[in-house]
């Protein structure tokens, strides 16, 4: 079963590959999604890994959380279920 974790404070140049590539040496990544910004398509500094199992998801949190990548100190962690969010076209 897959682990989502979260991350922080990523550098805004960051793309999907890049962001796979850093969490790869800890074990095997499901996928990467950097959220950007939906009109500017800019990276808002943050994203989310899928890892394979939860060792490999320790592994990686306990070896990149507060580590510096370009200047910034990353925040790695185990992803909170998305809350649903009112407001949308639904709730008209």
Known sequence: MAVNLYVG???YRIDEDSLRQLFTPFGNVETSKVIKDRQTGRSKGFGFIEMAS?????????????TPLDGRNLKVNFAKPKEPRAGGYEDR
Do not use: D, S, Y
């Open 9 to 11: 404070n990523l550098p």
């Open 54 to 66: 939860q060792a490999e998801a320790e592994a990686a949190i306990k070896a990149l959380n507060e």
